[in-house]
């Protein structure tokens, strides 16, 4: 599939800018950004370490065997005390993180359990284990807690650390900057990184930061889409119905990504009574993009792209187009008032159609639309196939890491 963006980051109206070849469908232009290849598949985040406080390790008089139990009223000294075993004992080969205490003895602030390790439940009388520490990678939710022993005030998570599914913080615990806990889910500022990139409350089933990540989900397939040159990072994620991105692309040059959910109906107009969407987004107000409709028409080999722009940095981008003003100003079709630009890339013409207010939620009247541009323009006709409709963000820069959330999307069709 073919991909062209048609958005423009200077004042001159060129007929286009940046271009990228790629797979599936024609998913290009001003707003269905380059090539679509395979998906990537979402990267695990590394849990972060639970902090270890000086502890006290069992002196002399307890000492524990592989497997054997700890001597009673082992001295607490030295530093490095780690959470309990159950009843005193380690398995071979365990790694509990350090030494179970003997009866009586106090351990120190907080012993961290070991990457991957799992706190024994009930450690011996007078031990602790850090209740809420963080396991590392695969680690299980924190340990518990032995009876009389003092837990640490909560273990922390370090940046962008993971917890384990349902893993609990302790009584006080603090979480750290950017940390996530539960599944994924993010407790800090969003970054291109997974899970990260979603947005604080949001759990993602998928992420990718692949520049060519792709999730089929029913009828839907989800493309990060980073095709143009000089690009930043970018992460994509599905939450449900919900879909969006986080990306921090520099500015200067072209378009730089197009992120966007995709749908291919493969049926002739005239097929459908009715086509209609409806969409809701969230967009940062930093940066310079759109959001936009990408929809690709065609017969045989020649084919025809729609962009319908539904909200736009204003006077940062601009639509590919043969002149500087709209060939059509404030036309009403599809239920919105739109300027409406014709012009041509990569051998196919685009037709822009820039809604004249910003919207972040709308039903958009589709079928009415190609009726509109067939009964005008007269460049394509109802026996023309509908090929492709894609909707996202195409982004030319970032101010910082920002995010394009889409709450709900929606096509209905008779």
């Known amino acids: 599939m073919k991909n062209t963006f048609m958005a423009l980051t200077v004042t001159s109206f060129a007929a286009s800018i940046i271009s990228c070849s790629s797979t599936p469908a024609p998913s290009s232009n001003s707003a269905s950004g380059g090539g679509l290849g395979n998906g990537g598949v979402a990267g695990a985040s590394q849990g972060g370490n639970s902090a270890t406080s000086s502890g006290g390790r069992t002196g002399a008089g307890g000492t524990t065997a592989a497997g054997g139990a700890i001597g009673v009223a082992g001295s607490t000294a030295g530093t490095g005390g780690g959470a309990g075993a159950m009843g005193g004992m380690t398995g071979p080969g365990g790694q509990a993180g350090g030494e179970a205490q003997g009866s009586g003895g106090l351990t120190g602030t907080g012993g961290r359990p070991g990457s991957g390790g799992t706190s024994a439940a009930g450690g011996a009388s007078g031990g602790t284990s850090q209740s ?237 639309i190609f009726n509109w541009l067939i009964t005008n323009k007269k460049t394509f006709n109802s026996s023309w196939t509908l090929y492709q409709v894609q909707f996202g963000p195409e982004i030319v820069s970032d101010s910082g890491a920002q995010s394009f959330v889409v709450n709900s999307f929606s096509i209905a069709s008779s």
């Open 132 to 368: 809420g520490g963080a396991s590392g990678l695969g680690g299980t939710t924190g340990g518990m807690m032995g009876s009389g022993g003092v837990s640490d005030t909560g273990g922390k998570t370090g940046q962008g650390g993971a917890g384990a599914t349902g893993g609990a913080t302790a009584t006080g615990g603090v979480t750290a900057t950017g940390g996530s806990s539960g599944k994924g889910g993010s407790s800090g500022p969003v970054t291109t990184s997974c899970p990260g990139a979603a947005p604080a409350g949001i759990t993602p089933d998928w992420c990718s930061c692949d520049q060519w990540g792709q999730l089929t989900k029913g009828d839907a397939t989800y493309y990060n889409d980073i095709w143009g040159s000089g690009a930043g990072p970018q992460c994509i994620w599905v939450a449900g119905d919900q879909w969006g991105t986080t990306a921090n692309h520099p500015s200067g040059g072209g378009v730089k990504s197009y992120p966007n959910i995709s749908f291919s109906p493969g049926k002739a107009l005239d097929a459908y009574n009715t086509y209609t969407s409806s969409f809701q987004i969230t967009v940062p107000s930093g940066g310079a993009w759109e959001v936009a409709y990408d929809i690709w028409v065609q017969s045989g080999s020649t084919q025809i792209e729609i962009m319908l722009w539904v909200n736009y940095t204003k006077g940062v981008v601009f639509p590919a187009s043969s002149t500087s003003n709209p060939a059509v100003s404030n036309v009403t079709t599809g239920g919105h008032a739109w300027d409406v630009y014709y012009g041509a890339y990569g051998g196919h013409d685009v037709i822009s159609l820039l809604r004249t207010t910003n919207t972040n939620s709308a039903t958009v009247d589709l079928k009415d």
